[in-house]
């Protein structure tokens, strides 16, 4: 089948498999290995991207499913800088909060929290943790992440600051 | 109080900004499956669906004829190659000491041990065309008893998960300080607790991978894989290939999560990619799914203690008695590595002048080694015992 999507702002015209997933289709048609596959079943949260503006588990979707829409990846978040000068604000504070270790949940995470925050711009602690309960991180214990997104949101970056 | 003059220099307590933080957050860091190789090649493995069977025949005929599989490979098509992976550590000089060690096997040959032991490895053009030829694979085999049970697998007549040995004893170890005989005679109670640990799986985000790529021409085998130890697993792949160390690069990319699975295991798929690498000349990645790594990927913790702790009234511990049951699961190439851990980490940072802790390993049920080498267990007995201490009157 031929698909169409517009990925991070450019047109794919591809021919695929119908039963090809989304994030194989990413991942290794388009070489945009940022999206990371953990679970292959909608648990760990790795491999979210937006589809028109939500958070949705490219693993369960077919790349056919994505026809005629609009995706953004992580790789769509900086601009395309890998420079960590033009990092998002919510990237940034990552950084700043180490609100990563490994970083492999970490797009997936960056890209919950996207359509989340435009949608809750001042989420208290509990929103927060509400938000990134489809993700999963086995490094962190999450203190970090939520400490990252407070200083994203001009909050003081860790409660117990 | 104020800080030290100096803390502001020392980076102690100071916020530190990584250097890689830019690449995972943009979505360039490489990890294995990342890895883009011209012609490369995918793998999927049949695993075995019993915990202990008889294996009869792997007829994979069907699936070496689908468009797109380039080879399958059974424990019979390995040849020379097919042979237990290394004891990755010794034992250490323990008198008395019993151990059977049983390391993993590339391919499952005549018995299953384990429910994810692989039997036959399909490498296609495409991963989804791999996994396709995996329903064309006829195995016979006949199930067998299982040992799932610790304590089970110890009981006379228990089903042996290997034949060549006469029980699933895998080790027998004991270590001992001072005379915990008199330190009970001398005590003013002893306390007995029993306690379980359940296994567990340390189930990083990242699955595993591995990529090979021979050039024939240099000679030169490079090996991308998830581990945390890449120069023991280059020396170690040189060895089973016939390599020089010079002839292989193992790289450790960036690793989403180790915990200690990943360390330097030789699992049956990091010896077999590299070596169908060099034997098909294309490069070749296998990449774990979820439900692999559940099955396939080393566990750890099972254990039971029998502790006893010698206490005086005031609240002194004179003596612990620790004797344990270890899971090793169907395979140990770690040896005694995660039960010593338990046993010399026992008395931890308390004063306790004698011990006697006994450790018998058993059930091999599925593999199970590492996470935190079991050191955890044994600060629990040690700490979670200790409060007993109240009830026979001690000093809190």
């Known amino acids: 089948m031929t698909l169409v999507v517009t990925v991070n702002g450019v047109r794919h015209e591809r021919a695929v498999e119908p039963r090809l997933l989304l994030s194989d289709f990413l991942r290794h048609e388009l070489g945009l290995t940022g999206t990371h596959v953990g679970c292959e079943h909608g648990v760990c949260g790795a491999c979210t991207v937006l589809v028109d503006g939500e958070a949705v588990r490219s693993c369960l979707m077919f790349a056919v499913q994505a026809d005629g829409h609009e995706l953004e990846t992580v790789e769509g978040l900086s601009g395309g800088d890998a420079s960590g000068d033009a990092l998002h604000p919510l990237q940034a504070a990552f950084r700043e909060a180490h609100g990563l270790q490994c970083g492999f949940c970490t797009p997936g995470v960056l890209m919950t929290l996207v359509p989340f925050l435009r949608d809750h711009p001042d989420p208290d602690e509990r929103e927060i943790r509400e938000a990134l309960s489809g993700n999963l991180c086995r490094c962190t214990g999450y203190q970090n992440i939520v400490a990252a997104v407070r200083l994203a949101c001009g909050a003081p970056p860790s409660p117990r600051a | ?396």
């Not at chain 2, 390995?78 to 993993?104: E, K, S």
């Not at chain 2, 008695?321 to 770690?334: C, N, Q, S, W």
């Not at chain 2, 199970?368 to 000093?395: F, H, I």
């Open chain 2, 1 to 396: 109080m104020a800080p030290p003059p100096h803390r502001a220099r020392s980076g102690i307590g100071e916020r530190v900004r990584r250097n890689e933080d830019a690449r995972l957050l943009t979505g360039r860091a490489l990890f294995v499956d990342d890895v883009r190789l011209d012609g490369l090649l995918h793998v999927a493995f049949l695993r075995s669906q019993h915990a202990h069977a008889r294996l009869t025949s792997v007829d994979a005929s069907a699936a070496r004829g689908r468009p797109g599989v380039v080879a399958v490979y059974t424990a019979a098509d390995l040849g020379d190659y097919w042979r237990p992976g290394p004891l990755l550590v010794p034992p250490p000089p323990i008198a008395g000491l019993v151990f059977n060690p049983c390391t993993q096997v590339p391919l499952a040959k005549d018995t299953l041990r384990h429910v994810g032991e692989a039997i036959a490895m399909v490498v296609a053009e495409s991963r989804y065309v791999a996994e396709d030829a995996l329903d064309d694979i006829v195995v016979e085999a006949d199930p067998l008893p299982a040992v799932v049970h610790l304590e089970a697998a110890l009981a006379p007549g228990a089903p042996r998960v290997h034949d060549h040995l006469p029980s699933n004893l895998a080790a027998h170890a004991v270590q001992r300080k001072g005379d915990w005989t008199r330190a009970k005679a001398r005590a003013h109670a002893v306390i007995k607790r029993r306690f379980h640990y359940d296994r567990g799986a340390s189930a990083a985000i990242e699955n595993r991978a591995v990529a090979a790529q021979w050039d024939p021409r240099a000679e030169e085998l490079t090996v991308w894989d998830t581990t945390q130890a890449p120069i023991p697993i280059r020396n170690g792949l040189a060895q089973l290939l016939g390599l020089l160390e010079s002839q292989v690069r193992v790289i450790a990319p960036f690793v989403g999560g180790g915990f200690g699975p990943k360390i330097m295991m030789f699992y049956p798929e990091e010896v077999l990619v590299p070596w169908a690498a060099m034997r098909l000349g294309r490069s070749v990645k296998w990449t774990e799914d979820r439900q692999e790594n559940f099955f396939a990927t080393t566990q750890e913790r099972g254990q039971i203690h029998d502790a006893e702790l010698a206490v005086t009234k005031d609240g002194k511990i004179l003596g612990v008695k620790d004797v344990f049951l270890h899971d090793t699961g169907a395979y140990d190439p770690y040896g005694l590595t995660v039960p010593i851990n338990s046993q010399c980490t026992l008395l931890g940072p308390y004063d306790i002048r004698a011990t006697r802790a006994s450790s018998l390993r058993s059930s091999r049920t599925r593999r199970s080694l590492r996470r935190c080498g079991a050191r955890a267990p044994a600060r629990r007995v040690r700490d979670r015992a200790a409060p007993g201490l109240r009830g026979q009157g001690a000093r809190d």
